[in-house]
């Protein structure tokens, strides 16, 4: 065996401590310290153990293979806990010691059948091995060298220094790894929160468009959508008409990474069978009659970005067919054309109909509704998310006064909040935002303190029975016809008649009540001083 000096010791020592300092990421480390070590002992083979994290454990973490490194090879981990009491690695690193087999392939005290095993795969039988436990400067194990086919280097001193700065390297590069995942793992946690907090924002801003959702079974429909929010994933969603499909559609697109491209939106129950096809796929100029001109369709002109097909459920079975073929393909041919279009489009479809029963009908293919039922939505109706209500119902308040110009929006009294509670809503949320448009010009543009919901039958009608008064007389003959007589809408502007309104409803309350403000009020749910202020701004008294 070759033994070297100690300035060449010093001089390798230098050397190799540099090279180190260099390295950050542990598998650079690794091999680093692997090459040093065979470079101070010649050796021909090599492997680095490292423990994991329970400390039970040697995993061969790098493997050097006659002065090359290889990442497939028969080295296994170790499991402390059930090797042998004389396996020459488990014997290392429990005690601390450096075992140095000289002859490993005659009987030497140890077993070692397990180096035999791998050495037999490798096509090699070394002469010696080397097991030097890497401990580092707080004497802390962090791993094992292990050296095969080695010339040994009288000054052990020098090789104790290199294990020992080796160790401490390693154990850096270990926490540098692991804080790196974490900083990865809190990066995207942040960015994760970042967009909560933008989505929150944007939800409490009064232009806000997205989705209203204070109720538990919203959140969670909005929750399960994050996470395919910027995936390349389609989305089928189902619920009942007027739900709000097409707002969900538009919060996925708005929240990808396609929100800068277009939204395409297509009602596929909207147009004619022999049109749905040239709309969706394109036609090329004298494909059929009419076809004047080349047209571009939804899902070329959707590149990029998403396209929302609504009322999947009535599309016709033929184009079915077709649409299946380029949500599997991502291709397109127009009408006519004889080459294909690569496009690169996110779908969501939607649809109100329940397609099990439609594909057991025969009215929707099966093939179909898997390839779009990859990740189903299924959003709730009003009736289901009472607390969505009255803040739905707020923001559609605000939304009518922003589109008729009013100075500021009114508000929506107790009894109007009460009843919009009770109101089972056949119609969800697009019934709710026209019952509140419908109630915010028969208001004042104060206090929307009536309100209609449209062609139902009256005993439908919300009612409540606690709002009336002990004492309810019917309104007189002559004030009904007083009111009748002053309504006359073809005369008066709508504030005048709205008012005039008001107006006989307070004096028909009024007079129920025996002219009991108070009363009155109660009946009317609204605070005594806004009553008086009404009295008064009508010019309204008991002396008439």
């Known amino acids: 065996m070759r033994s070297a ?31 040093a070590a065979r470079q101070m002992t010649l050796a021909k083979h090599g492997i680095i153990y490292v423990l994991d994290q329970t400390g039970q454990a040697l995993i061969p973490s790098t493997a050097h293979y006659n002065d090359n490194a290889i990442t497939s090879h028969p080295w296994e981990a170790l499991q402390l806990d059930s090797a042998s ?23 030497n005290g140890y077993d070692c059948e397990r180096i035999y095993h791998s050495e037999r795969i490798l096509g090699l039988k070394s002469d010696n091995l080397l097991a030097w436990p890497l401990i580092d400067n707080e004497s802390k194990t962090i791993g094992l060298l292990v050296l095969l086919n080695l010339s040994i280097i009288d000054n052990e001193a020098a090789l104790t220094e290199f294990c020992r700065m080796a160790a401490s390297n390693i154990r850096q590069a270990i926490w540098l790894e692991q804080y790196g995942q974490m900083i990865k793992s809190l990066n995207a946690d942040n ?6 907090n933008t989505q929150l924002k944007q939800r409490s801003q009064k232009t806000y468009q997205g989705p209203i959702a204070k109720s538990e079974e919203m959140l969670n429909v909005l929750n399960r959508l994050d996470k395919v929010l910027a995936l390349p994933v389609d989305v089928l969603l189902r619920g009942e008409t007027g739900a709000g499909k097409e707002v969900i559609a538009k919060y996925i697109h708005d929240n ?24 969706l796929f394109g036609h090329k100029k004298g494909s059929f009659t009419g076809a004047d001109k080349d047209k571009i369709g939804l899902f070329e002109a959707a590149n990029g970005g ?36 690569e496009v690169d489009v996110r779908v969501i479809a939607a649809t109100h109909c329940n397609l099990m029963q439609q594909i057991k009908d025969g009215g929707f293919r099966a093939d179909l509704f898997y390839r779009l039922n990859v990740f189903p939505i299924t959003l709730p109706p009003l009736r289901d998310r009472k607390s ?51 109630s915010v010009l028969l208001s004042d543009f104060e206090t929307i303190t ?33 009111s009748h007589e002053n309504l006359d809408i073809t005369s008066l502007g709508l504030k005048e008649v709205v008012s005039q309104y008001e107006r006989n409803v307070i004096i028909d309350s009024l007079n129920a009540c025996n002219w009991h403000t108070k009363r009155a009020a109660e009946q009317l749910s609204l605070p005594l001083s806004t009553l008086n202020h009404k009295m008064k701004k009508y010019d309204i008294s008991a002396m008439g």
Do not use: W
Request: with cysteine; hydrophobic share 35%; proline share 7%.
């Open 5 to 35: 000096n100690h300035s060449e010791l010093s001089n390798a020592l230098l050397a190799i401590s540099q090279s180190l300092a260099d390295r950050s990421q542990l598998t650079q480390t690794l091999d680093a310290v692997l090459t």
């Open 191 to 196: 960015q994760a929160l970042v967009r909560e």
């Open 388 to 438: 969505d209500i009255i803040p739905l119902a707020e923001h559609f308040v605000q939304h009518t006064t922003n589109t008729l110009g009013l100075p500021q929006a009114p508000g929506l009294s107790a009894n109007v909040r009460k009843q919009l509670l009770s109101y089972p809503y056949p119609g969800n949320v697009r019934e709710l935002k026209n019952i509140i448009e419908r």
């Open 256 to 279: 990808s990474n396609r929100a800068q491209q277009a939204l395409i939106v297509q009602n596929c129950a909207a147009i004619p069978e022999q049109l749905l096809e040239s709309e």
């Open 450 to 482: 009536h309100i209609e919901f449209g062609e139902q039958l009256p005993e439908q009608l919300p009612t409540n029975s606690s709002e009336q008064p002990e004492n309810t007389n019917p309104p007189s003959e002559s004030t009904s016809e007083v």
């Open 85 to 107: 009491e004389t396996d020459p690695f488990n014997f290392a690193i429990r005690n601390g010691e450096v075992v140095l087999i000289n002859e490993l392939y005659k009987y």
């Open 306 to 341: 998403t396209l929302f097909l609504d009322e999947i459920g009535d599309m016709p079975m033929l184009l079915q067919a077709k649409l299946l073929r380029v949500l599997q393909e991502r291709k397109v041919r127009p009408i006519g054309a004889s080459k294909e279009i």
